[in-house]
């Protein structure tokens, strides 16, 4: 068990019930409509799964988040880490503002957040930290998962900086980082499960 953060196809984003995301799909239009602006129809269908092919995201968060809030905390202000992590719902467009749905999930409302404005903020701070290139590019099966787990601690070690300090930061930094980057890539809703 535990929370993931998954990309979602046009099959699932767009269908009504428990396993659909219809509902957020649904009230998100509605809420662009009022602000005058299309709808997000275009939500690419899901592939089957390849690895290395960068066509999903799916990743767990299982390490603790204190030292990436508290990293944010001091390089992000009050209003950028609310984008950077407050979002259940991210979708590869700008939005001027966050977009707050009136749809409950686990009792609070659903924030949907523009990737193009969370990827500068995941940047900035993959550029405090220095995050090395051997991350994983593609997130496609717990791809980041597996390589800060299993493989990170062999170029922590040869590679030192503030990245290899603390594994679990340098771990949500290059999540969000590759969040962003997936959602404005392929062009579909991230949400968490």
């Not at 396993?19 to 997000?40: C, F, K, Q, T």
Request: charge should be negative.
């Amino acid at each position: 068990m535990g929370v993931y953060l998954v990309s979602v196809g046009a099959e699932d984003w767009f269908e009504e019930g428990e396993d659909g995301w219809g509902e957020v799909a649904s009230a998100l239009n509605a809420e662009l409509g009022r602000r005058g602006l299309p709808p997000y129809e275009d939500v690419p269908p899901e592939t089957a799964f390849a690895p290395g092919s960068g066509q999903a995201f799916e990743e767990k968060l299982a390490p603790p988040m204190t030292g990436f809030l508290t990293l944010c905390e001091a390089h992000l202000s009050r209003e950028e880490l609310e984008i950077l992590c407050g979002w259940t719902v991210l979708v590869p467009f700008p939005l001027d503002e966050e977009i707050w749905l009136p749809i409950d999930s686990d009792d609070h409302a659903s924030m949907v957040a523009g990737a193009p404005q969370v990827l500068p903020l995941a940047e900035k701070l993959a550029a405090t930290l220095d995050l090395p290139p051997e991350i994983p590019a593609t997130c496609d099966n717990l791809d980041l998962s597996t390589w800060f787990r299993h493989r990170a601690k062999t170029p922590a070690a040869a590679r030192t900086g503030p990245w290899s300090e603390d594994l679990d930061t340098a771990f949500y930094v290059a999540l969000f980082l590759r969040a962003a980057q997936h959602s404005i890539r392929r062009g579909c809703p991230l949400v968490y499960t």
